[in-house]
């Protein structure tokens, strides 16, 4: 989530136990363990629960990097370059002996029914809805049959900014224009583009048949659990099996067969109820209760040029009889994994209902074992919120990495399965909750007797959460599992209101954020989990630098997050209101964590004595955030996505800094980094 669309309103009531106070009891056990709270800290920070993380995993859960002779032992990969020092200028900032330059901004159209892109912001809604959306987020990159020169870029575009229009958005008496609300509309979503490398350089494909845009207007099939129910008929699809667009796709994962996954989160600002009061699932959820919408898009209904309703139904206002007369179930079909098939133009998105309505922040898959079901692991980005995974009813079949029908195959393994949300133990120790009917809430009753059927659990997925007791945490982001031995990381980025801490959350009013991790048991009930790396300014007193920061590794506020196959972990932030902020500019780090091992080879966290293997990679322009993560199968080109820069990017250049005294549009766009010598990325 960028921190320019999020909230810091705390919408859970719940009384549930939360993180901070998890890991307070977590400390103190240990401190009448371990002798203190000096070894208590350390031990969380260092050591802790070293035997559920060992540097390898079992043989039928790790890639063999030696795969030619898999009894001799490969030599361990090792990060190839020096942490650069900090930055803030309007340029990129990239490590020695790389590249960086700018591909595929906001504007570029992808196709010959745009006009090219005008500085002053007067490109029209048609203009939009055939090039790069704004503020580019979560991103894939699919190879054309296997290459690395040649493929399909997936990116989300997250929300818009005001120099979207000439001169911002605009209202007469209280209306903002149809042109500017559809040109909005057509900002958001995901592009589809097909990019390729002639003589070195990167460049889009315009007018590729597999070129095209998913915006807020794009018809999307529902399917799963809602599919079909009362909670998402409209007057545009009575049945309720389709709905119109996508909307703030922060986050993003992708599928074992080969499909992109689009994750809706800040998406309840642009729809608004001002009924009193709020049914329970939309306060859960926080849509707005009064005024307009965020973008008041919904002041241009009625204009003459309206076509069924598209500016109407953000207001969800009951005012009729049923949902025949009314928008009121608009939001309802809003706030779910939206799976794209890339290499078919002819598909539409489907948003897969059974993995939970909530803000989505990544769906990452866990590893693949054929007879076992397929994970996805998804954090809901707010301040004290939940992590959720959900495991599919069918096994996972290695047939099915190559269907002929890749949305077919999605409904196979996505349509059906079993939601659940974490609760975090102060010993070390988790259990996967299950949002199903017959669970037993933390009063006694049963999901089922609450709320009712699986449809309703899911409408109000957040509010079934609180009810089973799972633990709140510092804004969960993004997710993603390490290809050697498949423990899950998840980012939490902040939480300026915490003030009880637990195991998983120890700091109060924790500005700085931090990583954690965690191993599912084989059942998928219960996992045991560490803290991986606790973000700090490098002068910060040991309470809070509990990692050990140093001025070139020094980060905060963690949010696009990846592991590549060869096991680096790249860290990117989306810094603001700490002392890190005022030293640098949002950055994206790398660490090679199964390299991070004590003296009998067990897996250890960040700490002052390995901090060196945590460096600084690259650094963004002012006022951005850095976030989007792709590379190519060879590891020889990686993508980088800079949203909302302030005075940037000045040329194709993305390391040339804009000249002082010269403003120009600035343009989220895509860094594409290279090595000078042309070979892979990190090492």
């Known amino acids: 989530m960028s921190r320019h669309t999020g909230t810091n ?67 361990p990969l090792a990060l190839g370059f020096d942490s650069i020092p900090v930055s803030r200028t ?59 020169d040649d493929g399909l870029l997936v990116m989300n575009h997250e929300y818009i900014e005001n120099v979207l229009h000439p001169s911002g958005p605009t209202r007469v008496g209280g209306v903002r224009p149809v042109e500017e609300v559809r040109k909005d509309i057509n900002a958001h979503g995901v592009a589809v583009v097909r990019i390729t490398k002639i003589n070195g350089n990167w460049q889009v494909v315009e007018n590729d048949p597999l070129n095209r845009r998913f915006t807020t207007a794009s018809v999307m099939d529902l ?21 119109r667009g996508t909307n703030n796709n922060c986050g993003n994962g992708y599928t074992p067969w080969g499909t992109y996954l689009t994750c809706e989160e800040n998406w309840p600002n642009v729809f608004v109820n001002t009924q009193q009061p709020l049914p329970a699932d939309q306060a859960r959820i926080g849509i707005r209760n009064s005024g307009t919408s965020q973008y008041a898009w919904e002041t241009a209904a009625g204009d003459p040029s309206e076509v069924d309703n598209e500016f109407a139904r953000f207001n969800i206002t009951p005012t009729g009889a049923d949902f025949t007369q009314d928008y009121r179930n608009e939001a309802s079909t809003y706030g779910y994994i939206v799976e794209i098939d890339p290499y078919n133009a002819n598909t539409r998105a489907v948003k897969r209902t059974a993995l939970g309505r909530f803000r989505h922040e990544g769906c990452w898959p ?51 399965g079993t939601l659940y949300v974490a609760r975090f133990d102060d010993n070390g120790t988790g259990v996967w909750l299950p949002l199903t009917v017959a669970s037993v809430a933390t009063n006694g009753q049963t999901l089922g007797t609450l709320f009712g059927d699986i449809d309703d659990i899911i409408l109000n997925t957040r509010g079934a959460a609180d009810a089973l007791g799972a633990t709140p945490m510092d804004r969960p982001e993004w997710t993603t599992v390490n290809p050697l031995n498949g423990d899950i990381y998840l980012t939490l ?22 990583i ?9 009930l219960n996992f045991t989990w560490d803290i991986f790396v606790f973000g700090s300014e490098a002068t910060a007193a040991p ?29 990117q932030t989306d810094n603001s209101g700490n002392a890190v902020a005022s030293q640098t500019n949002d950055q994206m780090l790398a660490v090679i964590p199964t390299n991070l091992v004590d003296a009998q080879g067990n897996q250890v966290p960040v700490t002052a004595d390995n901090q060196s293997e945590l460096r600084r990679f690259f650094i963004g322009p002012n006022g951005s955030e850095v976030t989007g993560i792709a590379y190519t199968p060879d590891y020889t080109s990686m993508f980088v996505n800079i949203q909302h820069p302030g005075n940037w990017p000045y040329s194709d250049d993305a390391t040339e800094a804009t000249p002082a005294g010269v403003t120009v549009r600035p343009r989220a766009s895509t860094v594409v980094i290279q090595k000078v010598d042309g070979g892979p990325i990190g090492v």
């Not at 915490?498 to 700085?512: E, K, Q, Y």
Request: proline letters at 7%.
């Open 516 to 524: 954690i991790r965690w191993h599912d048991a084989d059942d998928q």
């Open 543 to 571: 309470s809070t630098n509990r990692s050990g920061l140093t001025d070139l590794n020094q980060f905060a506020s963690p949010d696009g997050m990846i592991f590549d196959n060869r096991g680096i972990l790249w860290i």
């Open 493 to 514: 980025t902040n939480n300026s209101s915490r003030t009880t801490p637990n195991a998983a959350n120890p700091r109060t009013n924790n500005v700085n954020g931090h």
């Open 223 to 243: 399917s799963g659990p809602m599919r079909g129910t009362d909670h998402v008929r409209t007057p545009f699809s009575p049945n309720g099996t389709e709905t």
């Open 90 to 148: 309007n340029a990129c900032v990239v490590a020695a002996g790389y590249t960086a330059s700018v591909l595929a901004p906001w504007g570029q159209p992808i196709n010959s029914n745009a006009a090219p892109w005008k500085d002053d912001g007067t490109n029209t809604s048609v203009d939009q809805a055939n090039a790069m959306g704004m503020n580019h987020d979560g991103m894939h990159f699919f190879p054309i049959n296997g290459s690395s």
């Open 366 to 416: 866990g590893l693949l074992e054929a007879g076992k079901p397929v994970v996805f692991y998804s954090g809901d980005d707010a301040q004290n919120e939940y992590v959720y995974k959900f495991v599919s009813t069918a096994l996972w079949d290695p047939a099915d990495a190559n269907p002929s029908d890749r949305l077919a195959t999605g409904a196979k393994y996505m349509d059906q």
């Open 9 to 75: 309103v705390n919408a859970n009531p719940s009384d549930n136990r939360p993180m901070d106070s998890v890991l307070e009891s977590y400390l103190s056990r240990r401190t009448v363990l371990r002798g203190g709270l000096g070894a208590a800290i350390a031990m969380i920070a260092g050591t802790g629960l070293t035997g559920c993380f060992d540097s390898g995993g079992s043989s039928s859960r790790r890639n063999n990097p030696n795969p030619g002779n898999p009894n001799t032992p490969a030599q």
